[in-house]
């Protein structure tokens, strides 16, 4: 079998399905016109991104361009992850326990998910993988957050009031953490954070932009 043993290949289609699945999802309820490809508009994702998945630059990904770039994701958390236990692992016993991985006790408790007081690659990976989509689902935010700035900062200063936000004054104060009568870039951070109200706001002034589906392609 051109040296890929049955196990692996068993555990590639086991891996393949999932992944296959998800991006069925993510197409059937973005596909608009039913052309079984999404348009920039429709995967609401940057422009520089939607151009690295678009691989023969027609303006439209299909299932087999997203699966590309889903397997290149996997293929960025391993390395990542091996050059982390190579980094780290000064016994050479192949794991991390959390002296060598130099994390917090609850952020190590996170990672170990057997709970054997070790994290090896497969943990790593896990981990490298989470905190890849977090960082798109953040940087997603960052962007409406600063299209919601531009659109409702109707005097320039960079935050917005209840009027400016268009929201009841009783919704305002749960984001308006300082209670200073104005929400800056950081309150709505935290507020989309806890997904609140801010992220339906959000959602309506950009509603293709969904930061919850980056992670099935970035």
Same mark, same amino acid.
């Given at each position: 079998?051109n040296g890929?043993?049955?196990?692996n ?7 393949a399905r999932?992944i296959e699945?998800k991006l069925n999802r993510?197409?059937n309820?973005?596909d608009?016109?039913g052309?079984?490809?999404l348009?920039?508009? /429709? =995967?609401g994702?940057?422009?520089?991104l +939607?151009? &690295?998945? #678009? !691989?023969?630059g $027609?303006? @439209? %990904?299909?299932?087999? *361009?997203l699966?590309?770039a889903?397997?290149n994701?996997a293929l960025?958390a ?6 982390l ?13 959390d002296g /060598? =991985?130099g994390v917090?006790?609850k952020? +190590?408790? &996170?990672? #170990? !998910?057997?709970? $054997?007081? @070790? %994290?090896g690659?497969? *943990?790593?990976?896990?981990d490298?993988r ?6 798109n689902r953040a940087q997603a935010?960052?962007?409406r957050?600063s ?7 109707s005097n320039?200063?960079?935050s917005?009031d209840?009027?400016?936000?268009g929201?009841?004054k009783d919704?305002?104060n ?6 200073n ?5 950081y309150?709505?951070n935290a ?11 959000l959602?309506?002034?950009l509603p293709?932009?969904e930061?919850?589906?980056?992670d099935?392609v970035?």
């Open positions: 079998m890929i043993s049955a196990g290949l068993l555990l590639g289609l086991s891996q999932p699945q993510l197409i309820k973005k608009n016109n052309d079984n490809a348009s920039i508009k /429709e =995967l994702v940057k422009k520089d +939607f151009d &690295r998945i #678009d !691989k023969n $027609d303006g @439209q %990904v299909d299932k087999f *361009e699966v590309i889903a397997h994701r960025a391993k390395e990542g992850a091996n050059q236990l190579s980094k780290k692992d000064t016994n050479g016993d192949g794991v991390l326990n /060598e =991985l917090p006790e952020a +190590f408790n &996170r990672i #170990d !998910k057997n709970s $054997d007081g @070790q %994290v690659i497969g *943990e790593l990976n896990i490298v989470n905190k890849i989509a977090a960082n935010v960052n962007e957050i299209h919601l700035l531009s659109k409702k900062d320039g200063n960079g917005l209840a009027g400016e936000l929201m009841p919704v305002f749960k984001i308006d953490k300082d209670h009568g104005q929400v800056g870039r309150e709505l507020a989309a954070r806890a997904r609140s109200v801010i992220n339906n706001l959602g309506d002034i293709n932009r930061p919850s589906k980056l099935a970035a």
